[in-house]
């Protein structure tokens, strides 16, 4: 991709307005479940919503076509390893200060360097195996295992979102060689939306008009920030990109503020700190070995 500073300002735009829309999702999952609509349910509305926004961008774009794939077990791997992801996450949020919870899954890239090792046998130096090793450290910070502070179930289920996230990413880039974005993202939002509705079945609570304009609100949410993220690759490499995503740490803050009254604790902010720092040098090293060839 040429270097353009116009098209990568608007790619820069475009990723943060998407860290925007999910600092809104996940206070609208934090705000719902308080409410007393269950994790499935939140699931369910958050992704067949999704559907208004991706449909009209498949539409408008590449075409329905796009939907055809070759590659039906591959998607099946990806989405359940997403959504695994998802419950723990929207379930992470309604137990941790949303500032916190937001922070301990930025631990993904973290987590993705080291299964992309595992699983897919790259090459990891030194440089990045240290900067997994100083972000983790991070992640102790934040969730401060100490007696009288260490939320046991919380941050066991933050860090399990990140390492669902990872995996998801993991899996994307083995089926990605054939694949394409629009066509990814709606089979995962299609098997969300069928987790979600199985899962409500046992448990389903008719949500109030206030309630269900909401949770609503999720899924055009949720899937307008994918859209986001979708044309912020499309315009700007990641590696310009993507330093952008820790700006949501901003806004979650501000939302956790202005509707619960929370302030981020002191370790939180320098847990963060640490693991953003690791997350973008691990970035810096990626694109460095990608251009190392060309």
């Not at 206030?210 to 315009?235: D, N, Y």
Request: aromatic fraction near 10%; glycine fraction near 12%.
């Amino acid at each position: 991709m040429t270097a353009n500073p116009q098209t990568y300002a608007l790619g820069i735009g475009y990723r943060v307005l998407a860290m925007v829309c999910m600092a809104g999702l996940s206070a609208l999952v934090k705000w719902t479940g308080s409410r007393g609509i269950p994790v499935f349910e939140i699931i369910f509305f958050r992704n067949a919503f999704a559907f208004v926004p991706l449909g009209l961008y498949i539409w408008q774009t590449s075409g329905f076509s796009v939907l055809k794939t070759n590659r039906p077990v591959g998607h099946l791997v990806r989405s359940a390893i997403g959504l695994t992801g998802m419950v723990c996450g929207f379930s992470a949020v309604q137990l941790l200060p949303l500032t916190e919870a937001t922070a301990i899954q930025f631990a993904s890239p973290l987590f993705m360097t080291a299964l992309s090792a595992l699983i897919l046998a790259e090459p990891v130096g030194r440089h990045r195996w240290g900067a997994v090793l100083v972000g983790f450290v991070g992640v102790l910070i934040m969730v401060r295992p100490a007696p009288g502070h260490f939320n046991a179930a919380g941050s066991t289920l933050a860090i399990l979102s990140a390492l669902g996230a990872a995996g998801a990413m993991v899996a994307i880039r083995q089926i990605a060689t054939t694949e394409k974005g629009p066509t990814i993202v709606f089979y995962f939002t299609l098997a969300g939306t069928v987790l979600g509705l199985a899962g409500s079945a046992f448990h389903w609570v008719t949500p109030d008009p206030v309630t269900m304009g909401f949770l609503i609100l999720a899924g055009l949410l949720g899937g307008v920030g994918q859209l986001f993220l979708t044309e912020a690759l499309r315009v700007a490499p990641v590696g310009v990109v993507a330093p952008f995503d820790y700006t949501q740490l901003i806004w979650a803050a501000a939302l956790g503020f202005l509707v619960w009254g929370e302030l981020p604790h002191p370790a939180t902010i320098l847990g963060a700190l640490v693991v953003a720092a690791s997350g973008v040098y691990i970035l810096h090293r990626e694109m460095r070995r990608f251009r190392r060839p060309a």
